[in-house]
Protein backbone atom coordinates (compact mmCIF):
# COMPACT_ATOMS: atom_id res chain seq x y z
CA UNK A 1 0.00 0.00 0.00
CA UNK A 2 1.40 3.70 -0.64
CA UNK A 3 1.27 5.88 1.98
CA UNK A 4 -0.44 8.95 1.29
CA UNK A 5 -0.04 12.78 3.40
CA UNK A 6 -2.96 12.82 6.01
CA UNK A 7 -6.03 14.93 4.86
CA UNK A 8 -5.55 17.54 7.39
CA UNK A 9 -2.47 18.14 5.18
CA UNK A 10 -4.83 18.81 2.18
CA UNK A 11 -3.41 21.78 0.00
CA UNK A 12 -0.11 22.03 2.05
CA UNK A 13 1.69 19.16 0.02
CA UNK A 14 2.53 17.88 -3.42
CA UNK A 15 3.66 14.69 -4.95
CA UNK A 16 5.70 16.19 -8.10
CA UNK A 17 7.77 19.23 -8.90
CA UNK A 18 7.44 20.21 -12.55
CA UNK A 19 10.73 19.07 -13.45
CA UNK A 20 12.46 15.84 -14.69
CA UNK A 21 15.51 14.67 -12.99
CA UNK A 22 16.75 12.06 -15.41
CA UNK A 23 18.24 9.60 -13.32
CA UNK A 24 19.67 6.32 -13.95
CA UNK A 25 16.27 4.74 -13.93
CA UNK A 26 15.39 7.03 -16.66
CA UNK A 27 17.71 5.30 -18.91
CA UNK A 28 17.47 1.43 -18.33
CA UNK A 29 15.94 0.21 -21.59
CA UNK A 30 11.91 -0.32 -20.96
CA UNK A 31 11.12 -3.77 -20.82
CA UNK A 32 7.72 -3.43 -21.71
CA UNK A 33 4.83 -6.34 -20.54
CA UNK A 34 6.70 -9.31 -19.15
CA UNK A 35 6.32 -12.12 -21.38
CA UNK A 36 5.24 -15.67 -19.65
CA UNK A 37 7.41 -17.83 -18.41
CA UNK A 38 8.12 -21.65 -18.05
CA UNK A 39 7.87 -20.62 -13.94
CA UNK A 40 4.70 -22.31 -14.14
CA UNK A 41 5.42 -25.48 -14.79
CA UNK A 42 7.76 -27.79 -12.33
CA UNK A 43 11.42 -27.64 -11.87
CA UNK A 44 12.69 -30.79 -13.43
CA UNK A 45 16.15 -30.31 -12.09
CA UNK A 46 17.60 -29.66 -8.63
CA UNK A 47 19.99 -26.98 -7.21
CA UNK A 48 22.65 -29.39 -5.74
CA UNK A 49 24.06 -28.58 -2.77
CA UNK A 50 22.06 -25.98 -1.61
CA UNK A 51 18.91 -28.77 -1.41
CA UNK A 52 20.60 -30.01 2.18
CA UNK A 53 19.76 -26.90 3.74
CA UNK A 54 17.34 -25.92 5.99
CA UNK A 55 15.24 -23.40 4.63
CA UNK A 56 16.06 -20.78 7.56
CA UNK A 57 20.02 -20.97 6.64
CA UNK A 58 19.26 -20.96 2.56
CA UNK A 59 17.43 -17.56 3.15
CA UNK A 60 20.36 -16.20 5.66
CA UNK A 61 23.04 -17.56 3.03
CA UNK A 62 20.65 -15.96 -0.21
CA UNK A 63 20.40 -12.84 1.71
CA UNK A 64 24.10 -12.14 2.25
CA UNK A 65 24.87 -13.35 -1.57
CA UNK A 66 25.89 -10.42 -3.55
CA UNK A 67 23.19 -9.45 -6.18
CA UNK A 68 25.35 -10.29 -9.44
CA UNK A 69 25.96 -13.78 -7.87
CA UNK A 70 22.14 -14.00 -6.97
CA UNK A 71 21.03 -13.13 -10.30
CA UNK A 72 22.99 -15.65 -12.01
CA UNK A 73 21.97 -18.37 -9.23
CA UNK A 74 18.55 -17.41 -10.20
CA UNK A 75 19.45 -18.18 -13.65
CA UNK A 76 20.62 -21.35 -13.71
CA UNK A 77 16.79 -23.21 -13.39
CA UNK A 78 13.52 -23.28 -12.03
CA UNK A 79 14.56 -24.77 -8.81
CA UNK A 80 16.91 -21.86 -8.32
CA UNK A 81 14.82 -19.13 -9.47
CA UNK A 82 12.01 -20.56 -7.16
CA UNK A 83 14.75 -20.16 -3.71
CA UNK A 84 15.97 -16.85 -4.93
CA UNK A 85 11.62 -15.59 -5.40
CA UNK A 86 10.56 -17.12 -2.25
CA UNK A 87 13.24 -14.78 0.09
CA UNK A 88 11.23 -12.34 1.35
CA UNK A 89 13.58 -9.30 0.88
CA UNK A 90 14.35 -10.10 -2.68
CA UNK A 91 10.32 -10.39 -3.40
CA UNK A 92 9.96 -6.72 -1.43
CA UNK A 93 12.79 -5.55 -3.55
CA UNK A 94 11.55 -6.43 -6.74
CA UNK A 95 7.81 -5.49 -6.12
CA UNK A 96 9.18 -1.81 -4.87
CA UNK A 97 12.84 -0.90 -6.18
CA UNK A 98 13.63 -3.51 -9.42
CA UNK A 99 14.35 -0.49 -10.93
CA UNK A 100 17.49 -0.11 -8.45
CA UNK A 101 18.21 -3.51 -8.92
CA UNK A 102 17.92 -3.31 -12.70
CA UNK A 103 20.29 0.25 -12.23
CA UNK A 104 23.03 -1.72 -9.85
CA UNK A 105 23.27 -4.57 -12.91
CA UNK A 106 23.51 -2.03 -15.45
CA UNK A 107 26.12 -0.01 -13.66
CA UNK A 108 27.85 -3.53 -12.80
CA UNK A 109 28.30 -2.31 -8.91
CA UNK A 110 25.65 -5.68 -8.30
CA UNK A 111 29.40 -7.71 -6.66
CA UNK A 112 29.71 -5.25 -4.19
CA UNK A 113 26.18 -5.09 -3.09
CA UNK A 114 24.43 -7.87 -0.99
CA UNK A 115 20.29 -8.33 -0.87
CA UNK A 116 20.59 -7.68 2.43
CA UNK A 117 22.21 -4.15 1.99
CA UNK A 118 19.91 -3.42 -0.46
CA UNK A 119 16.72 -4.41 0.96
CA UNK A 120 18.04 -2.38 4.21
CA UNK A 121 18.55 1.09 1.82
CA UNK A 122 15.18 0.43 1.09
CA UNK A 123 13.58 -0.12 4.27
CA UNK A 124 15.68 3.49 5.40
CA UNK A 125 13.44 6.25 5.65
CA UNK A 126 16.12 8.84 6.05
CA UNK A 127 19.57 10.48 3.96
CA UNK A 128 22.29 8.86 5.46
CA UNK A 129 24.14 11.99 4.71
CA UNK A 130 21.75 15.06 6.29
CA UNK A 131 19.11 12.86 7.94
CA UNK A 132 15.98 14.50 5.51
CA UNK A 133 13.65 12.02 3.73
CA UNK A 134 15.69 10.33 0.96
CA UNK A 135 13.64 9.32 -1.79
CA UNK A 136 16.88 8.33 -3.79
CA UNK A 137 19.61 5.44 -3.78
CA UNK A 138 23.00 6.02 -4.85
CA UNK A 139 23.57 2.72 -6.21
CA UNK A 140 27.76 2.88 -6.39
CA UNK A 141 27.69 1.60 -2.53
CA UNK A 142 23.81 1.55 -2.29
CA UNK A 143 23.52 4.77 0.40
CA UNK A 144 19.64 6.15 0.76
CA UNK A 145 20.10 9.84 -0.14
CA UNK A 146 17.99 13.22 -0.80
CA UNK A 147 18.51 15.42 -3.61
CA UNK A 148 20.13 18.17 -2.20
CA UNK A 149 22.77 16.06 -1.25
CA UNK A 150 23.77 13.91 -4.58
CA UNK A 151 23.36 16.92 -6.18
CA UNK A 152 25.74 18.75 -3.70
CA UNK A 153 27.58 16.59 -1.45
CA UNK A 154 31.48 15.73 -2.57
CA UNK A 155 30.85 12.20 -1.57
CA UNK A 156 27.92 11.39 -4.13
CA UNK A 157 30.18 12.40 -6.95
CA UNK A 158 31.39 9.51 -8.63
CA UNK A 159 34.82 10.16 -10.46
CA UNK A 160 36.99 9.05 -13.34
CA UNK A 161 39.46 7.47 -12.59
CA UNK A 162 42.40 9.52 -13.44
CA UNK A 163 40.78 12.37 -11.34
CA UNK A 164 40.60 10.03 -8.22
CA UNK A 165 44.33 9.03 -8.89
CA UNK A 166 44.73 12.69 -9.14
CA UNK A 167 42.87 13.98 -6.22
CA UNK A 168 43.72 11.55 -3.94
CA UNK A 169 47.10 10.87 -5.00
CA UNK A 170 46.81 6.81 -5.97
CA UNK A 171 48.10 4.75 -9.05
CA UNK A 172 45.59 2.65 -11.17
CA UNK A 173 46.01 -0.49 -8.97
CA UNK A 174 44.82 1.16 -6.25
CA UNK A 175 41.57 1.27 -7.65
CA UNK A 176 41.23 -2.29 -8.49
CA UNK A 177 39.08 -3.16 -5.66
CA UNK A 178 36.99 -0.10 -5.28
CA UNK A 179 33.53 0.08 -5.54
CA UNK A 180 33.52 1.14 -9.47
CA UNK A 181 30.41 1.65 -12.37
CA UNK A 182 30.58 1.73 -16.06
CA UNK A 183 27.85 4.32 -16.98
CA UNK A 184 25.02 3.86 -19.04
CA UNK A 185 24.71 6.03 -22.02
CA UNK A 186 21.87 8.35 -22.23
CA UNK A 187 20.30 12.13 -20.30
CA UNK A 188 21.16 12.68 -17.18
CA UNK A 189 20.21 15.59 -14.71
CA UNK A 190 17.76 18.15 -14.88
CA UNK A 191 19.29 19.97 -17.35
CA UNK A 192 19.67 16.70 -19.59
CA UNK A 193 22.76 16.36 -20.34
CA UNK A 194 24.02 13.89 -22.48
CA UNK A 195 26.76 10.98 -21.92
CA UNK A 196 27.34 9.50 -24.81
CA UNK A 197 29.48 6.21 -24.32
CA UNK A 198 29.90 4.33 -21.33
CA UNK A 199 33.09 5.27 -19.14
CA UNK A 200 34.35 4.03 -15.66
CA UNK A 201 33.56 6.08 -12.81
CA UNK A 202 34.69 5.12 -9.01
CA UNK A 203 33.19 6.62 -5.89
CA UNK A 204 34.62 9.25 -4.67
CA UNK A 205 34.92 8.45 -0.39
CA UNK A 206 36.33 5.11 -1.09
CA UNK A 207 38.78 6.23 -3.21
CA UNK A 208 39.27 8.93 -0.29
CA UNK A 209 39.51 6.82 2.04
CA UNK A 210 41.72 4.20 -0.34
CA UNK A 211 44.36 7.76 0.14
CA UNK A 212 43.97 8.28 3.60
CA UNK A 213 45.18 4.63 4.16
CA UNK A 214 47.89 5.00 1.24
CA UNK A 215 49.66 7.85 3.28
CA UNK A 216 48.71 7.33 6.83
CA UNK A 217 46.27 10.36 7.30
CA UNK A 218 44.10 12.89 5.56
CA UNK A 219 46.56 15.97 5.88
CA UNK A 220 49.50 13.75 4.61
CA UNK A 221 47.83 12.77 1.57
CA UNK A 222 46.34 16.20 1.12
CA UNK A 223 50.41 17.81 1.53
CA UNK A 224 51.56 15.23 -1.54
CA UNK A 225 48.88 15.84 -3.59
CA UNK A 226 49.18 19.67 -3.81
CA UNK A 227 53.36 19.42 -3.60
CA UNK A 228 52.63 16.75 -6.55
CA UNK A 229 50.16 19.67 -8.09
CA UNK A 230 52.85 22.29 -7.52
CA UNK A 231 56.12 20.34 -9.14
CA UNK A 232 53.51 19.98 -12.31
CA UNK A 233 52.12 23.46 -12.22
CA UNK A 234 56.08 24.72 -12.36
CA UNK A 235 57.47 22.31 -14.77
CA UNK A 236 54.18 23.50 -17.22
CA UNK A 237 55.51 27.81 -16.68
CA UNK A 238 58.69 26.58 -16.65
CA UNK A 239 58.06 25.21 -20.24
CA UNK A 240 56.17 28.09 -21.19
CA UNK A 241 59.23 30.47 -20.88
CA UNK A 242 61.09 28.18 -22.08
CA UNK A 243 63.32 28.12 -25.28
CA UNK A 244 65.39 25.55 -27.44
CA UNK A 245 68.73 25.66 -28.51
CA UNK A 246 68.19 27.65 -31.86
CA UNK A 247 66.16 30.25 -29.40
CA UNK A 248 62.30 29.52 -31.10
CA UNK A 249 59.96 29.11 -28.15
CA UNK A 250 58.85 25.83 -26.72
CA UNK A 251 55.80 24.11 -27.48
CA UNK A 252 53.50 24.44 -24.00
CA UNK A 253 52.15 21.42 -23.35
CA UNK A 254 48.52 20.76 -21.67
CA UNK A 255 48.46 22.53 -18.16
CA UNK A 256 47.95 19.92 -15.33
CA UNK A 257 44.42 19.80 -15.13
CA UNK A 258 43.18 20.97 -11.81
CA UNK A 259 42.36 19.17 -8.71
CA UNK A 260 38.59 19.87 -8.63
CA UNK A 261 37.20 20.54 -12.29
CA UNK A 262 34.28 22.38 -12.13
CA UNK A 263 30.88 20.85 -10.53
CA UNK A 264 27.91 22.12 -11.92
CA UNK A 265 25.80 20.09 -8.95
CA UNK A 266 22.26 19.56 -10.42
CA UNK A 267 23.54 20.11 -13.52
CA UNK A 268 26.35 17.82 -13.43
CA UNK A 269 24.91 14.29 -15.23
CA UNK A 270 27.92 12.22 -13.24
CA UNK A 271 25.61 12.78 -10.45
CA UNK A 272 22.97 11.24 -11.81
CA UNK A 273 24.45 8.09 -13.11
CA UNK A 274 24.33 6.27 -10.35
CA UNK A 275 20.86 7.35 -8.97
CA UNK A 276 17.39 5.61 -8.41
CA UNK A 277 14.11 7.03 -6.93
CA UNK A 278 13.16 4.95 -5.17
CA UNK A 279 10.51 4.68 -1.94
CA UNK A 280 10.89 3.92 1.75
CA UNK A 281 9.02 0.78 2.44
CA UNK A 282 7.99 0.54 6.49
CA UNK A 283 9.11 -2.61 7.55
CA UNK A 284 6.39 -2.22 10.17
CA UNK A 285 3.52 -1.27 8.24
CA UNK A 286 4.38 -2.27 4.69
CA UNK A 287 3.41 0.90 3.30
CA UNK A 288 5.55 1.99 0.94
CA UNK A 289 6.35 6.08 0.91
CA UNK A 290 7.24 8.28 -2.03
CA UNK A 291 8.04 10.94 -0.27
CA UNK A 292 5.95 14.41 -1.03
CA UNK A 293 6.88 18.34 -1.45
CA UNK A 294 5.79 21.52 0.87
CA UNK A 295 3.46 23.61 -0.99
CA UNK A 296 4.84 26.50 1.08
CA UNK A 297 8.31 25.68 -0.35
CA UNK A 298 7.82 25.94 -3.74
CA UNK A 299 9.60 29.07 -4.49
CA UNK A 300 12.62 28.92 -1.99
CA UNK A 301 16.31 27.56 -2.47
CA UNK A 302 17.53 27.47 0.58
CA UNK A 303 17.08 24.54 3.12
CA UNK A 304 15.81 24.08 5.35
CA UNK A 305 12.33 25.91 3.12
CA UNK A 306 14.59 24.47 -0.40
CA UNK A 307 12.24 23.18 -2.83
CA UNK A 308 13.38 19.80 -3.61
CA UNK A 309 13.19 18.50 -0.06
CA UNK A 310 11.38 15.49 0.00
CA UNK A 311 9.17 15.12 2.67
CA UNK A 312 7.19 11.78 4.96
CA UNK A 313 4.84 12.27 7.19
CA UNK A 314 7.23 12.94 10.55
CA UNK A 315 9.59 14.80 8.62
CA UNK A 316 6.67 17.54 7.47
CA UNK A 317 5.62 17.32 11.07
CA UNK A 318 9.07 18.77 11.92
CA UNK A 319 9.06 20.78 9.16
CA UNK A 320 5.86 22.63 10.34
CA UNK A 321 7.15 22.95 13.95
CA UNK A 322 10.45 24.56 12.78
CA UNK A 323 9.77 26.80 9.71
CA UNK A 324 5.80 27.77 10.41
CA UNK A 325 2.26 26.73 9.56
CA UNK A 326 1.66 27.28 6.11
CA UNK A 327 -1.54 29.92 5.22
CA UNK A 328 -2.01 30.54 1.62
CA UNK A 329 0.74 29.17 0.13
CA UNK A 330 3.55 30.39 2.65
CA UNK A 331 5.27 29.77 5.71
CA UNK A 332 4.04 31.75 9.03
CA UNK A 333 7.05 32.34 11.04
CA UNK A 334 5.17 34.39 13.77
ZN1 LIG B 1 20.65 14.50 2.33
ZN1 LIG C 1 7.91 24.22 3.60
Redesign the pocket.
Known amino acids: MTATPPARWEGLTCTQRRIKDFTLDDNLPDLGTPAETSRRHEPVAGAGALEVLPIEILHEVLLQLDLRSLTYLRLVNRRTMGFVDALPQYSDIIRHASNALRGILAIGTGSWISCKALHTSLCTARCELCGDFGGYLYLLTCKRVCFLCLSLNDVLLPLPPSHACRKFGLKRHHLADLPQMKTVPGTYSPNRKKILKSDTLVDHECARLAGINLYGSLAAMEQSVLQKQARMLEAYNARQTGRDSSGRPVRARRRPPALDPFDGQSGNPHRFVAIARVPWLDRASRRVERGFY ?4 EK ?1 SRK ?2 HWR ?1 LFAADTFEE ?2 AN ?1 GE ?1 RDGK ?1 CTT
Open positions: CVGCSPYIHLCIH
